[in-house]
């Protein structure tokens, strides 16, 4: 029935999707930014940190998409972009194909209303001096709810992500363990009843069995409500436990996009391959023993030349280092990769 | 027995659960607050001294303006005038609690209109940041240039003297700090990730300084405004001592002290007493901060 919902405004979608009906919930176009880095006296900026370059991607519908990578390579700042917490350099953000925060788009507040976003920080997120339940009922209290009405609603939502109200409505963050300081953000977070909710490394300060629990619940919630979630975290576990498609990301550049499955049973991108091999295996036979990745990634301020991982990829060849690759679809499906290697022409030896 | 053994063992499993119904936190203030018996008692003391200056036409035996000549500058312990008389025969008892009114209301509506002045101010310059933080925060270093006491009196010097321009020139000189104080408490709090949630929730900045910010500036800020009522009430008695605040048939405990002054050999203990009202009156206001400031202090509660 949300489908419904999303199709009756296909008219009119604004250009640029390119014929085919945008059926993306959250599309980013070429999402640019950059960070100044300030120095001397009157702090002019001397030098940019260049966070998040042409990231562009599309959610759809129920579908989670992961965004994955090391630390410092963008995948916070594209979340924080994504809900104009950080405003772009370039690009920009659409929600059911309107424009976010433009001129005939969808403002800024509704569309908060609409994609929500849960932190890392589970402690630093909650307001301590305000009883959980007021932290909850917030959100819609902004939108006009009534108080009576939306503190109600905090207490069922409360109870939904397994939290009785009576024994937590009126606790203070610094009571609660860090789980359940997460379910309170997640609950925060559904109170305005979004449609996509943004995770950025939303279980990743948690203990893996605490971490466990809030994945499932994020699941039940999920097929519930019929929620979009955008799944921010560097845990590759988490990511092919609970992505459709996987989006990743080195030194803000995406590298690689494609179905969770495809990506994890055959990565593409050298980049994508060493991060997958870091992985940690149960399985003795698959152990690691060497690291697949030497160095660490290269200073975002000045980014290598050409593609952005020739230095520590080991498929290098003349070609990366002059050109940089662009992000195309590769095979069959809906892949999408930037290597040289993958694109017939590029002058790189294992191009076909 | 052994029922009681493994009923030992279920709280500590479920310890995050286990502290069920833990008190709002103004009620945890509250329980620290009485608990610290100094705290109280200065309370106590202020509660008695503001209420004896608000009930002077009831308590008061004589009136505060009208004196016999006859009896002036009686001792402390004269029949009819326990406190003794002033240099024109009025009731020392009297005038002191009348003088509480005017001295209480110096002292206390600066700080309450520097509080309102000052915090907003400091509110909007910490939250903004940016150009707005620059422009109220360099104003602010400009007057807090001067001495903060030269600047009371020659703002009063301006004015003229008179309750209102004392009161006035009092709340210019405790802006600064409390302008100060607000910025930096408000500048520490918006950097903090529940701002960031709040922002994502769609909140415009006003919900969020209603909802968000206040909450957690207001124990601190309080804290400072008690600290400046006892400064200020030394203050606005030094500015009618030097003949700038409260005009002269009016009794106030500075300008008594300055009246009483010259009879400072005769009757000691009598030209005394507006000091030592000053005195008490300040330095309950003090420990009242501090007991404030360590009863809010969250840390201290685990």
Redesign the interface.
């Known amino acids: 029935m949300r489908r419904g919902m999303a199709q009756t405004g296909s008219a009119s979608s604004p250009a640029g999707s390119g014929g085919k009906r945008d059926e993306a919930v959250l599309r980013a176009s070429n999402l640019s930014r950059r960070f100044p880095v300030r120095s001397g006296v009157f702090g002019r900026a001397t030098d940019y940190v260049r966070a998040v370059e042409d990231v562009s991607f599309a959610a759809v519908e129920g579908e989670t998409l992961a965004i994955v990578g090391e630390s410092g390579c963008g995948k916070s700042t594209t979340g924080r972009l994504l809900?104009g917490?950080v405003q772009p350099d370039r690009g920009s953000v659409q929600f059911n194909g309107k424009l976010v925060g433009a001129p005939g788009g969808i403002p800024?507040?509704?569309?908060?209303?609409r994609v929500?976003?849960v932190?890392q920080?589970s402690a630093?997120?909650?307001?301590?001096?305000?009883?959980i339940v007021d932290?909850i009922a917030?959100?819609p209290r902004?939108?006009g709810v009534g108080t009576v009405e939306a503190r109600t609603r905090a207490e069922a939502l409360l109870s939904e992500v397994g939290l009785p109200p009576r024994?937590f409505a009126?606790?203070?963050p610094?009571?609660?363990?860090g789980g359940?300081r997460q379910r309170v953000?997640i609950a925060?977070a559904l109170a305005?009843e979004p449609r996509v909710i943004i995770f950025d490394e939303a279980v990743s300060a948690l203990d893996k069995s605490v971490s466990a629990q809030i994945i499932n619940l994020l699941i039940k919630l999920r097929s519930e409500r019929g929620l979009t979630y955008i799944f921010i975290s560097h845990d590759l576990a988490v990511v092919e436990f609970i992505s459709d498609r996987i989006l990743v990301m080195y030194l803000g550049k995406v590298v690689e996009s494609g179905p969770a499955a495809d990506l994890f049973s055959a990565p593409w991108h050298p980049y994508t391959r060493a991060l997958l091999a870091s992985r940690l295996h149960a399985d003795p036979d698959r152990r690691v023993r060497e690291a697949p990745t030497t160095g660490d990634p290269p200073n975002p301020i000045h980014p290598p030349p050409g593609c952005r991982f020739h230095p520590r990829c080991s498929m290098a060849e003349p070609v990366c280092t002059a050109n940089e690759p662009a992000l195309q679809e590769a095979g069959t499906g809906s892949r999408m990769v930037a290597c040289h290697a993958y694109r017939a022409g590029s002058g790189h030896s294992m191009a076909t | 027995m052994s029922d009681s053994l493994s009923y030992e063992v279920v709280p500590k499993v479920a310890v995050?659960?286990a502290?069920?119904?833990?008190p709002?936190?103004w009620q945890t203030v509250f329980r620290r607050l009485r608990n610290d018996w100094l705290t109280l008692a200065v309370g106590a003391i202020l509660v008695g001294i503001v209420s004896a200056a608000i009930f002077a036409p009831v308590l008061a035996p004589y009136s505060p303006y009208s004196g016999s000549i006859l009896h002036r500058l009686a001792p402390i312990g004269t029949p009819g005038h326990w406190l003794g008389t002033d240099e024109t025969g009025r009731d020392i008892w009297t005038r002191l609690l009348y003088g509480g009114r005017l001295s209480l209301l110096a002292g206390i509506s600066p700080v309450i209109i520097a509080l309102a002045i000052g915090g907003s101010l400091g509110v909007i310059a910490g939250y903004s940041g940016g150009l707005a933080n620059s422009v109220i925060m360099r104003a602010t270093d400009t007057l807090y240039a001067f001495p903060s006491v030269l600047l009371a009196v020659a703002i009063c010097g301006i004015l003229g003297n008179g309750l209102l321009n004392s009161i006035l020139a009092l709340a210019a000189i405790f802006v600064p700090p409390m302008v100060r104080i607000s910025e930096s408490v408000t500048s520490q709090v918006r950097v903090?990730?529940?701002m960031?949630?709040?922002?994502?929730?769609?909140?415009?900045d006003l919900?969020i300084i209603r909802?968000?910010v206040i909450?957690?500036i207001v124990g601190t800020i309080l804290v400072y405004a008690t600290s400046l009522f006892s400064l200020s009430i030394i203050l606005a008695s030094g500015l009618s001592f030097l003949g700038l605040g409260v005009n002269p048939p009016d009794a106030e405990w500075g300008l008594m002290l300055n009246s009483l002054r010259q009879a400072i050999y005769v009757q000691p203990l009598v030209a005394a007493l507006p000091g030592l009202l000053i005195f008490i009156t300040s330095m309950c206001f003090n420990l009242m901060s501090d007991g404030l400031r360590s009863a809010m202090d969250?840390r201290l509660s685990e």
């Open positions: 809900m917490l800024l507040k509704s569309f908060r209303q929500q976003m932190f920080d630093g997120s909650l307001n301590p001096r305000l009883p932290t917030f959100g902004v939108h024994i009126r606790r203070y610094h009571e609660l363990s359940q953000n925060r305005l | 995050p659960q502290a069920a119904d833990t709002p936190y903090l990730p529940f960031e949630a709040a922002k994502a929730s769609g909140a415009s919900q909802h968000h909450s957690n969250t």
